[in-house]
């Protein structure tokens, strides 16, 4: 699974729980939802979460029949898509036709391991309730309405996710617009979330607790985008590893040369070669 974050850990922020109530909501509905915040927040990663994606993406790549972790995989009921840029249509709703298709198949092969004498019961089910759609903004108008008639079709909810903005962009497409039942703007990580992120991070890398002053800088440099986040920490770890032998924890110093090097996201500046670091005099 992509991490967005470049991070070993999950942070289960304020955002997160927002787009799961708003999911649960779509799928017990079966309505469609919008979900949509500044790019980089973890929008991804906590739809993913919901449907337990890598659960289900590791059952459609098995080839022997055999499930993995088949427990998991009976109580999954959502599908994460994610469109090309040039898709049109016809080409999503073959795509996602093919999805559920693989969905169902790899959920009777579950339930056939676990509780064999269940499965002749659940062939004639529909086990897919949720189908989350991320970068909505790359569909054209044709295609959302296609996801329209198979949201209606399937009998399903459908959440789409997508960067602000594209709910104005949605509002001059009435007619599928006013088909959208729930929305929600995720935010970035509040300080006190990214202060978490933080500690989680040091924890792992197994530095100590900087000064507070620390703690507001990376805070006030990434803004509590979590992609920012960890584009930071990993220059940070990079900066450390280079610069073991001089410098072993945390310092304004080393936050602010990671800024300087990250490429995009923090301050628009180019990459720059890592510079070893002085000890303070």
């Known amino acids: 699974?992509?991490?967005?974050?470049?991070?070993?850990?999950?942070?289960?922020?304020?955002?997160?729980?927002n787009l799961v109530e708003l999911a649960t909501?779509?799928?017990?509905?079966?309505?469609?939802?919008?979900?949509?915040?500044?790019?980089?927040?973890?929008?991804?990663?906590?739809?993913?979460?919901?449907?337990?994606?890598?659960?289900?993406?590791?059952?459609?790549?098995v080839k022997n029949g055999t499930p993995l972790d088949p427990a998991s995989m009976i109580l999954?009921?959502?599908?994460?898509?994610?469109p090309s840029v040039t898709v049109s249509a016809a080409r999503l709703k073959n795509e996602l036709t093919v999805l559920k298709n693989r969905f169902e198949d790899a959920f009777l092969k579950a339930v056939n391991w676990l509780k064999p004498q269940e499965w002749p019961s659940e062939l004639s089910k529909q086990h897919l309730k949720l189908v989350i759609v991320d970068e909505a903004f790359r569909l054209k108008y044709q295609a959302l309405e296609q996801l329209r008639d198979i949201q209606e079709e399937w009998d399903?909810?459908?959440?789409?996710?997508?960067?602000?903005?594209?709910?104005?962009?949605?509002?001059?497409?009435?007619?599928?617009s006013v088909r959208v039942a729930h929305a929600e703007e995720l935010q970035p990580l509040s300080a006190a979330e990214t202060t978490q992120y933080i500690d989680k991070q040091l924890e792992v890398m197994n530095l100590a607790k900087p000064p507070e002053e620390v703690y507001a800088l990376i805070y006030?440099?990434?803004?509590?985008?979590?992609?920012?986040?960890?584009?930071?920490?990993?220059?940070?770890?990079?900066?450390?590893?280079?610069?073991?032998?001089?410098?072993?924890?945390?310092?304004?110093?080393?936050?602010?040369?990671?800024?300087?090097?990250?490429m995009f996201g923090l301050n628009g500046a180019l990459c720059k070669q890592p510079a070893l670091l002085k000890p303070d005099s």
């Not at 967005?4 to 999950?10: D, G, K, L, T, V």
Request: aromatic share 12%.
């Open 1 to 17: 699974m992509k991490n967005e974050s470049n991070s070993p850990f999950f942070l289960e922020s304020v955002s997160h729980f």
């Open 25 to 61: 909501v779509c799928r017990d509905d079966k309505k469609i939802g919008l979900c949509f915040g500044k790019p980089g927040i973890g929008k991804t990663l906590s739809a993913k979460r919901f449907c337990n994606w890598q659960t289900i993406e590791a059952n459609l790549a």
């Open 76 to 82: 999954c009921d959502s599908v994460y898509y994610l």
């Open 156 to 176: 399903v909810g459908l959440l789409l996710i997508a960067d602000a903005g594209f709910e104005r962009s949605l509002s001059r497409m009435w007619h599928f």
């Open 220 to 262: 006030w440099y990434t803004q509590g985008v979590l992609r920012a986040l960890g584009n930071l920490f990993s220059m940070i770890a990079r900066i450390l590893k280079i610069n073991e032998d001089v410098v072993k924890e945390l310092t304004h110093e080393v936050v602010e040369t990671a800024r300087e090097m990250v």
